[in-house]
């Protein structure tokens, strides 16, 4: 079926608004709600966000992009630090309240750390973040 305005969204093309800075502050909130042995345990990865995801994944919320811990051996060394990246314009378009921007920032961020440590997308379904 298909509703006048519809984009997929769940909110009829509205947006939810929130400043670049606000958004950034719960991302920041949720990392340092992981726990710390986890974070303790992440090295050589940062966190970036951006506006928009790639377009051709237009409604992708976070993006791993570097070689989990799984996959690292005795000879990794000397590569640039793996990256986590959350997109504000994907993850506000799904959320009608900032309270539903705290949760879906806290799963995303959850999840991309999540495949640092080498989980696969059916293993954080069957743990709830996917």
């Known amino acids: ?25 719960l991302c920041v909130a949720a990392l340092e709600q992981v726990p710390e042995e986890l974070t303790a345990l992440l090295d050589n990865v940062v966190m970036f966000i951006e506006d928009d995801a790639p377009p051709e994944e237009p409604h992708l919320l976070g993006l791993y992009h570097g070689i989990p811990l799984t996959e690292r051996d005795s000879h990794y060394g000397g590569h640039l630090p793996d990256r986590i990246t959350i997109f504000r314009n994907p993850t506000l378009a799904i959320c009608d309240s900032e309270e539903q921007v705290v949760d879906e920032v806290h ?24």
Request: proline share 2%; net charge negative.
């Open 1 to 25: 079926m298909h509703l006048p305005g519809w984009t997929g969204c769940g909110r009829l093309g509205r947006v939810m608004e929130m400043s670049e800075e606000r958004f950034e502050q």
């Open 107 to 130: 799963i995303t961020v959850v999840h991309e750390i999540a495949h640092y440590f080498g989980l696969d997308d059916d293993r954080l379904h069957e743990l709830g973040y996917a």
